[in-house]
């Protein structure tokens, strides 16, 4: 796993996806047997998380991560106006 | 962006503020909480509260999880890094927090093996590859990391990893809920509620709000048109006279959760009798400690910290900022001696700190400019 890209992003000050306890939405590339999913974020870089917490997680599904563990699949809904 | 753009619409914002403008009362003032320090990084990186009536004030609660870590805690972080055979590895933010006597980030200057991680499952990683060495995880964050802590140390029980051990500070997001709402200083009138905790304890253990202290309470997610949302939400039940838990971000929150995530908890953590929040002092059974079955794993057990209470310096105004008594630039530190570069309170250390979000997007004005 590469973690370069988001080392990048906290040095320019932006928020680090993971290291202060925040969410990121992850696309599910492929699932490996014991659990663990490489995952890939809107910019493309990709990490392994934990999928054990959500029931059927399958490649292209999206989820949401907190600190390398997929809490939650979301639904593709619209704001509501 | 897919899925990203929608929730930045300004189109939709503007009309969203407009709708807001027609449900406030003229003469009233609105003081809405928002739990998440995710939330107030949208809040001052997108001008959402620019986009509110004068008579709107937004108050930033303590939900950034770095921020509402006592120096104590720093200090026995510190202690168990400077013992040789340890590597211990940290969220990046930790690293910059100041302790009584510096900084994780000092004490590997100084020789001390202190890594970042991403994931406590990279400190797992490390523990695998070093096992001539004792690797130890500073475990930080409400509901939303500990499910991470707890299922990599289910993974280290299973595949009995000796040398990897959790210096626990989870802490729960209900307790300094409850502690703000029995404050007298603070009179609010709702709260935007913490998103990203919800997916894992679900709307449920906000009940208490609207049931105890008829305050509404709307849980949010964290783009700008989620967070205008779910203020017009919170105004429109106090227009109607209503007080309820809703939820706007349905798109991620299930109303009760993550149950699988709940179980993993409970299996690996047990409730603390007390825990020190950094500006609301001790606050029963708000933190976890390992269970019984995994004390094994305790850092806390396996190495001698001081344990000892630090008063923060008198200087910062951090607690004050957490309990949303005051703005960050009425702290008298603020943007002077405490900067982002080099901290003095944990508010201006996590990019999700009141006063880093408020430093870092330029908000050092005092008066508000509403458009």
Known sequence: ?81 | MKFVDEYRDADLGRALAAEIVTTVEPGRHYKVMEVCGGHTHTIYKYGVDDLLPANVELVHGPGCPVCVIPMGRVDDAIAVARIPEVIFTCFGDMMRVPGSAGTLLDAKAEGADVRMVYSPLDALRIARQNPGRQVVFFAIGFETTAPSTALTLMRAKAERVPNFSCFCNHVTIVPPLRALLESPDLRLDGFIGPGHVSTVVGARPFEFIPRDYGKPIVISGFEPLDVLQSVHMVLTQLAQGRCEVENQYTRVVPYDGNPRALEALAEVFELRPHFEWRGLGFISQSGLKLSAAYRDFDAESRYPVPGIRVADPKACQCGEVLKGVIKPWECKVFGTACTPERPIGTCMVSSEGACAAYYNYGRLARERQVV
Request: negative net charge; glycine residues 12%; charged residues 20%.
């Open chain 1, 1 to 81: 796993m590469t973690h370069a890209g988001q080392a990048a992003a906290c040095a320019a000050g932006e928020s680090c996806i993971t290291c202060s306890d925040q969410g990121v939405v992850l696309h599910v590339l492929h699932v490996m047997a014991d659990g663990i999913g490489r995952c890939a974020d809107e910019g493309g870089r990709v990490e392994e998380i934990d999928l054990t917490l959500i029931d059927g997680v399958a490649e292209g599904d999206i989820v949401l991560a907190h600190a390398g563990v997929a809490l939650v699949r979301i639904r593709r809904e619209q704001v509501r106006s």
